[in-house]
Each structure stands twice: as C-alpha cells, then as structure tokens.
C-alpha cells in the first residue's frame, strides 16, 4: 500500500504561480513513477505531468508544457508541481499518483485525495 498526501492548492490570480506537493509514504520502495492529473467541473480527469523515479524523466501535457515544472524530492518523498503562469483554464482539482510494481509484475495505481487550484480572471 503506497499513501499520497497532497497539498498546496489555493486561489491564485491570473498570472500567478503555485506550487503543489505530494507526499508519499507506505510502499514507497516500489513507485517507480509518478504524476498529476487535474479534473474541473463537469469534465473528465485528465493528465498534466509525469516523472519516471529512476531516471528523473518527465513529460507533460501541452496545455501546460513550459509553464509547470514536476521534479522528485528524495529527502521528503515527495514530487512536486510548480505552476507558473496560470490560467482560469487551469482551475481543477489536482491529483497526485503513483505507479506501483509488484512482486508478480503488476502495475498498482494510486491517488491522493486531491487538492483545489482556482485561478481567477
């Protein structure tokens, strides 16, 4: 079992930047990758960024390409999202996940419990 704690979403002018956290914890030994994935009302959940743990290699969403950063913190845990140059486009619910494999070669999924980003006009 792999626990995801996110934080830092909040109200933020357009133009503005935010910067989110996920914090993992349990099974962490065996997350070999991680992202964010954002939904906004009436919409379905969709991919923002990801960064594969062993490599450090990324990749993101073109809506967001050149304007969010994910990167790994290894002393916390943890992967983070900087934000910069938001949009109202931007405002969701974002949400961290992680890639779990296991003894016997299967991909597990897990998610946090996600954390508001609201961008206004």
């Known amino acids: 079992q792999v626990q995801l704690v996110e934080s830092g979403g909040g109200l933020v002018q357009s133009g503005g930047s935010l910067r989110l956290s996920c914090a993992a914890s349990?099974?962490?030994?065996?997350?070999?990758?991680m992202g964010w994935f954002r939904q906004a009302p009436g919409k379905e959940r969709e991919f923002v960024a990801a960064?594969?743990?062993?490599?450090?290699?990324?990749r993101y969403a073109d809506s967001v390409e050149g304007r969010f950063t994910i990167s790994r913190n290894d002393a916390k845990n943890s992967v983070d999202l900087q934000m910069n140059s938001l949009k109202p486009e931007d405002t969701a619910v974002y949400y961290c996940?992680?890639?779990?494999?296991?003894?016997?070669?299967?991909?597990?999924?897990?998610w946090g419990q996600g954390t508001q980003v609201t961008v206004s006009s």
């Open positions: 349990g099974q962490t030994e065996r997350v070999y990758g």
């Open positions: 960064i594969a743990l062993n490599l450090g290699s990324t």
């Open positions: 996940n992680a890639l779990v494999s296991t003894s016997d070669h299967r991909t597990l999924s897990y």
